[in-house]
């Protein structure tokens, strides 16, 4: 699917799924969910699940039930729903073998700076969305953009998921979502993580749901292409950022009150 097909002018794209690869019957429960609303509703729609998440605060949480593992059940969701999925990678040699499972590659915030990972991932041949660091500028996710540019891979999206603001907050400027459509690339809002509330002393990252929604109608009046949101049936039992993914019988009426902003706006 091309960068250009999830964008019609009558909607935004939608990037949703659980945080992590839990189980079979989880990825089936949520990608059957979203296809139904967003096929009422005509939003294109990626699924989205980390196959293995390298990036936890404690050696002991949750990272998935194995790279192999995870990924023949992303490739079986791509498959069964016939919808597109992403998932994000940490490590260069891992590119390929998300590629074939997978038709979107993540580059992860705190890696978008890293070289020979966006290199990797641009070579697959598959679209790339790269998360914008939450200690950098908005203006310097260009040299990010022109890396996997450079291997003849313009399929990017670059997805905006807060900036550090103290130890424990995020902060969304809406301002940057304008100046990184300046690159010529679509611009998503991620509204879980940019909620988030990182570097807790228990090593378990928290999060102001209750916003959620707030992030997604302000990002789309501010003309965002599209919206990144983690969900999940029971949130408080979710194995990966329990705090910050919306409930999935929340998603609907989000989903209805974004178009109405969407359609305003455009």
């Not at 989880?26 to 609303?37: C, E, G, I, R």
Request: charge should be neutral; aromatic fraction near 6%; include cysteine.
């Amino acid at each position: 699917m091309s960068t250009r097909s999830l964008k019609t002018p009558a909607s935004f794209f939608l990037v949703a799924g659980p945080c992590v690869v839990e189980s079979a019957s989880l990825l089936d429960t949520v990608a059957s969910h979203l296809k139904a609303v967003c096929s009422e509703l005509g939003i294109p729609l990626v699924f989205k699940a980390s196959y293995d998440k390298a990036n936890r605060t404690r050696l002991d949480s949750f990272r998935g039930p194995g790279k192999s593992a995870a990924l023949e059940l992303l490739a079986e969701v791509r498959a069964r729903h016939g919808i597109p999925v992403l998932t994000d990678v940490h490590e260069a040699s891992d590119c390929e073998a998300a590629a074939r499972a997978v038709d979107w590659l993540q580059i992860p915030a705190f890696l978008c700076r890293q070289t020979d990972l966006l290199l990797a991932a641009g070579r697959t041949g598959r679209g790339v969305n790269i998360k914008k660091g939450q200690f950098l500028a908005p203006d310097a996710m260009e040299s990010a953009v022109d890396k996997v540019r450079s291997t003849g891979n313009d399929r990017i999206w670059i997805t905006e998921r807060g900036t550090s603001f103290g130890y424990h907050d995020l902060i969304v400027d809406m301002t940057g979502i304008r100046r990184m459509q300046a690159f010529g690339v679509p611009v998503v809002v991620d509204c879980t993580h940019s909620v988030q509330k990182p570097n807790q002393p228990s090593g378990v990252t928290g999060g102001d749901r209750e916003s959620i929604g707030v992030i997604a109608l302000a990002a789309l009046a501010a003309g965002a292409d599209g919206l990144f949101l983690e969900v999940h049936p029971d949130p408080a039992s979710a194995l990966s950022d329990a705090a910050s993914q919306l409930p999935l019988e929340q998603l609907e009426p989000l989903l209805r009150k974004s178009l109405r902003v969407w359609q305003a706006v455009h």
